[in-house]
């Protein structure tokens, strides 16, 4: 089994440990919690190891030898694996930041359960256990490189993302992801405040590459992959007025085909991010527009030339005169 399973499997029994209520059961979430930190510590170590020694920098013996052409290389000996200590020194060497002083709390207040006893209150445990919540998503999301949804299972995601920093933490995430868009906060705020999973109803949606003017969506909360329309359909039922007879509208100002939703009380161009307070049918061809339709019958629209330019391209119109 991986350093990063052991690592998962200690934290979701350290979590279980801590939904159970009971401040006897806190004492093990700590136990399990700070072990399957290290152990995420640890795994990022080996990812970050040689190929030719994929555990050297876990090791707490690390030699060098000559490997026969002349260079020397390192690789690790003996059983033994790094300690606190050392983790913190080549995380340090390394460029991997971690918030030591929550791990400290974390791992002063296992060491006294461990080997002496604890003062803190119920409320005070399980205080630093929440705050260790945080210490386990961000090193996943950040140095990982992985969905922490999809590695810590349902159960335990959900559990942290209960918790204020957290939740935040995540949504922040969420809100970057879209930036890359070139959204202004004032449309950003609208996109995020108006999307939300069909499945959980989670809001916590971030954007992925796409090819299209719509990013793919992925929900961090339960995982699921997403397109736009998705998180769309779920607010077009709540319109239930005369213009959500379509999702997507036409821009009449960069004239890009179905690049404009509604979100909110707004329709947004995700091709050139213009605002619209309306959108209708064209009189004439019945396309759905974003902007004022009034006398598109005569004028036509950015998809046909409405009745005039049907009747100046007819043959009954006589070019000559």
């Not at 440990?17 to 059961?25: A, E, P, Q, T």
């Not at 990812?47 to 030719?52: F, G, Q």
């Not at 699921?224 to 039922?237: Q, S």
Request: charged letters at 25%; one cysteine or more; glycine letters at 6%.
């Amino acid at each position: 089994m991986s350093l990063l399973n052991n690592a998962i499997e200690s934290i979701q029994v350290g979590v279980e440990d801590y939904l159970m209520g009971d401040s006897k059961r806190y004492l093990s979430a700590v136990r399990n919690i700070c072990a399957g930190i290290l152990l995420l510590y640890k795994d990022k170590l080996c990812r970050l190891s040689p190929p030719h020694d994929k555990e050297v920098l876990i090791k707490k013996d690390i030699r060098p030898i000559d490997d026969g052409k002349g260079n020397v290389t390192f690789i690790g000996t003996g059983k033994k694996t790094v300690d606190v200590y050392e983790i913190r020194e080549r995380f340090n060497s390394l460029k991997v930041t971690v918030d030591w002083k929550k791990f400290d709390q974390l791992n002063q207040l296992r060491n006294n359960i461990e080997h002496y006893y604890t003062d803190k209150s119920p409320d005070a445990v399980r205080e630093v256990i929440v705050t260790s919540f945080l210490l386990i998503r961000d090193f996943i999301s950040e140095y990982l490189e992985e969905e922490p949804c999809n590695v810590l299972g349902e159960e335990c995601w959900q559990a942290l993302l209960k918790t204020k920093d957290v939740y935040q933490a995540e949504e922040e995430d969420c809100r970057q992801t879209f930036l890359v868009y070139g959204f202004d906060s004032q449309i950003l705020d609208r996109i995020l405040a108006n999307i939300r999973c069909p499945f959980c109803h989670s809001t916590l949606i971030k954007a992925k590459d796409g090819s299209d003017i719509f990013p793919s969506l992925s929900c961090c909360s339960c995982s699921a992959y997403l397109d736009f329309k998705d998180v769309l359909e779920e607010e077009e039922i709540s319109y239930r007025d005369p213009e959500s007879e379509g999702i997507f509208a036409s821009c009449n100002h960069c004239e890009t085909r179905n690049s404009v939703v509604k979100l909110g009380d707004k329709w947004i161009c995700f091709s050139c991010h213009s605002i619209y307070g309306e959108v209708g049918h064209c009189e004439y061809c019945y396309s759905f527009i974003a902007g004022n339709s009034e006398d598109t019958f005569f004028s036509g629209c950015l998809m046909c030339e409405g009745q005039m330019g049907h009747y100046m391209n007819s043959s009954a119109y006589n070019h000559d005169d």
